[in-house]
């Protein structure tokens, strides 16, 4: 059963920074595709960024520039580093891992809040 934990969340001022981190049970290199969504208040879980086991990367354009995606294959883990947060950041943020056979598995969340 793969099971992936997330970590790194919390109450940070405007501007500040955090990092997440998602450990993945197993061999990342098992999924295609490794992502973070969030799910914001009364909103729908959107995609925040992608990376391929290539390392190719993708980011919604509300990112873009501030937050960065990566993966350590030798750790099983995946990394969202996000700088210059705004309020409208705060979410609860879930890592995704894709297999190649399209399957998904998720983890449980982090809280993110982003106020002064």
């Known amino acids: 059963q793969v099971q992936l934990a997330e970590s790194g969340g919390g109450l940070v001022q405007p501007g500040g920074s955090l990092r997440l981190s998602c450990v993945v049970s197993?061999?990342?290199?098992?999924?295609?595709?490794m992502g973070w969504f969030r799910q914001g208040p009364g909103k729908q879980r959107e995609l925040v960024a992608i990376?391929?086991?290539?390392?190719?990367?993708n980011y919604a354009d509300s990112v873009k520039g501030r937050f960065t995606i990566s993966r350590d294959n030798a750790k099983n883990t995946a990394y969202l580093q996000m700088n210059s947060l705004k309020p409208e950041d705060t979410a609860v943020y879930y890592c995704?891992?894709?297999?190649?056979?399209?399957?998904?598995?998720w983890g449980q969340g982090t809280q993110v809040t982003v106020s002064s």
């Open positions: 995704n891992s894709r297999a190649y056979n399209l399957r998904d598995y």
């Open positions: 990376i391929t086991s290539g390392g190719t990367t």
């Open positions: 197993g061999s990342i290199t098992s999924f295609a595709v």
